[in-house]
């Protein structure tokens, strides 16, 4: 159904949000919704896919029902990305409550609107996927909550479209994606976004590091510390965006030489597939810097 356009922004938006980072977010959307304008829908749909990384499922559903039936009948075309996403969704989440009926309503809604119909070719749908995909890598250790949720929620919103159309099974690119790898997509986007807003994958917290008593900008770490099922630790210096990492069975002590002690930052690094080349970024300062191994 259509949304008379004096109408308030969705009623499912209308609680007393607890998560401290969503809090912020549902504020934001709140006081600024629109049903005709696709950033403020997007970034409603963006607290769908948040809700639902934290198995919030009935109130994921119950913001995507009331987007999705809220749509405009006269904003579909601009609105038509973020529209088609949450349609998806909806369906999605009906077709996993075995509510059949909801779930055939809106699928309908997405294969009989013009713009889904239009022709696209295979290496366009296999180059989206690709980059919904590789957008969910640099997530895999700890950053910005604000970019974490941008680009999961985004490469999400391309994903559930073309499981939920795949599974209609009525048009051509059903022969050129993988529904399976799809769906695997899919998974893999919703744990890495709940690990993130559950603080399982966090910014690193500040640890007290000792500077070298009259060698100003010289940190002494002690590398027997490194717990055993640590892979390294990396630090930070934040005034300069230099970094490095001690490896365990390092020596018992490394200088590390900074340009400020105080803004120095250590971290730990359980898993191999964190170590190497990462972005890593901080928003405050908008340092933006590749690690290197660039101890004294």
């Avoid at 209308?14 to 970034?43: C, Q």
């Avoid at 250790?141 to 929620?153: A, Q, S």
Wanted: proline fraction near 5%.
């Amino acid at each position: 159904m259509a949304r008379a356009p004096e109408s308030d922004g969705p009623a499912a938006l209308r609680i007393d949000e607890t998560h401290p980072f969503l809090r912020e977010r549902l504020a934001a959307v709140t006081s600024s919704f629109s049903w005709y304008h696709a950033n403020h829908f997007g970034a409603a749909v963006d607290i769908a896919w948040c809700w639902l990384a934290l198995g919030r499922v009935a109130e994921a559903r119950a913001l995507a029902d009331e987007l999705a039936d809220g749509i405009p009948a006269d904003a579909i075309h601009n609105l038509w990305s973020p529209a088609s996403s949450v349609i998806c969704l909806a369906a999605r989440l009906a077709r996993q409550a075995n509510d059949a009926a909801r779930h055939g309503e809106l699928i309908v809604r997405i294969v009989t609107t013009r713009y889904y119909v239009t022709p696209a070719e295979r290496h366009y749908l296999e180059e989206t996927l690709a980059e919904a995909r590789s957008a969910l890598e640099p997530h895999r250790v700890p950053g910005p909550l604000e970019r974490v949720c941008d680009d999961i929620t985004e490469a999400l919103s391309q994903a559930v479209y073309f499981a939920e159309t795949l599974r209609a099974g009525r048009f051509r690119w059903q022969q050129w994606l993988s529904l399976d790898a799809v769906e695997a997509l899919l998974s893999d986007g919703l744990q890495l976004l709940g690990d993130h807003l559950a603080g399982r994958i966090a910014l690193p917290q500040r640890l007290d590091v000792a500077p070298i008593p009259e060698h100003a900008g010289i940190l002494l770490v002690d590398a027997r510390a490194i717990p055993a099922d640590v892979h390294a630790l990396w630090w930070i210096d934040l005034a300069t965006g230099n970094s490095g990492r001690i490896p365990r069975g390092a020596s018992a002590s490394h200088c590390v030489k900074v340009c400020d002690s105080s803004a120095a930052w250590l971290f730990q690094v359980r898993d191999e597939r964190e170590a190497g080349a990462v972005l890593v970024e901080r928003t405050e300062s908008a340092i933006k810097t590749t690690f290197t191994s660039a101890f004294v």
